[in-house]
T-cell receptor, first 112, second 113 residues
Framework: GQNIDQPTEMTATEGAIVQINCTYQ??????LFWYQQHAGEAPTFLSY??LDGLEEKGRFSSFLSRSKGYSYLLLKELQMKDSASYLC?????????????WGAGTKLIIKP | ETGVTQSPTHLIKTRGQQVTLRCSSQ?????VSWYQQALGQGPQFIFQ???????GRGNFPPRFSGLQFPNYSSELNVNALELDDSALYLC????????????FGPGTRLTVT
């Protein structure tokens, strides 16, 4: 079956670093996405990984290990505006088009 | 701003009624997907339209239906509303074959009483 797990909530301090983990079990794999979603707003694209390794984009980095069914999103130099939910989503290889399987999201709380 | 708009922003309906939600895709985007997001959950894929035809569907009953128009705007219709249909409904658009990023609209918050 399909399953995506990520922590429900995390707390971190402004200026620090936080790592949000995501594990997945899917019938096939064709890429993993991270999205940021502020309360009451639409998700916004952060990163995409399809090969193993680290993708860096400014303060945000995303890592993928396909053999372990594991990814993490790393946020550096945390700012108060980073308080949001972070959604992990997997595109299954068996599904045509653009069907993503989403995790429930990790609510990140940034404290001063 | 993603260039994707949705209307209405909020909507309250009673059980058994029908509702139509609208999405206007970013210019040039020929593919639109609709998602249902319950409070505290990730989005659930409803269906996708490409060139006015449905070409992918998630695990939703037939009372969820859609349309895509030549100008790439689209509709989500839900008949016989149930209390569990209360959720945020998101549309996302992209250009088919262009890559991996899709652009979400702000969503419509539907409450069924």
């Amino acid at each position: 079956g399909q399953n995506i797990d990520q922590p429900t909530e995390m707390t971190a301090t402004e200026g620090a670093i936080v790592q949000i983990n995501c594990t997945y079990q899917t019938s096939g794999f064709n890429g993993l996405f991270w999205y940021q979603q502020h309360a009451g707003e639409a998700p916004t694209f952060l990163s995409y990984n399809v090969l193993d390794g680290l993708e860096e984009k400014g303060r945000f980095s995303s890592f993928l290990s396909r053999s372990k069914g594991y990814s993490y999103l790393l946020l550096k130099e945390l700012q108060m505006k980073d308080s949001a939910s972070y959604l992990c989503a997997v595109r299954e290889a068996l599904r045509s088009n653009y069907q993503l399987i989403w995790g429930a999201g990790t609510k990140l709380i940034i404290k001063p | 701003e993603t260039g994707v708009t949705q209307s209405p922003t909020h909507l309250i309906k009673t059980r058994g009624q029908q509702v139509t939600l609208r999405c206007s895709s970013q210019s040039g985007h020929n593919t639109v997907s609709w998602y249902q997001q319950a409070l505290g959950q990730g989005p659930q894929f409803i269906f996708q339209y490409y060139r006015e035809e449905e070409n992918g569907r998630g695990n939703f009953p037939p009372r969820f239906s859609g349309l895509q128009f030549p100008n790439y705007s689209s509709e989500l219709n839900v008949n016989a509303l149930e209390l569990d249909d209360s959720a945020l409904y998101l549309c996302a658009s992209r250009v088919s074959g262009s890559g991996n990023e899709q652009y979400f609209g702000p969503g419509t918050r539907l409450t069924v009483t």
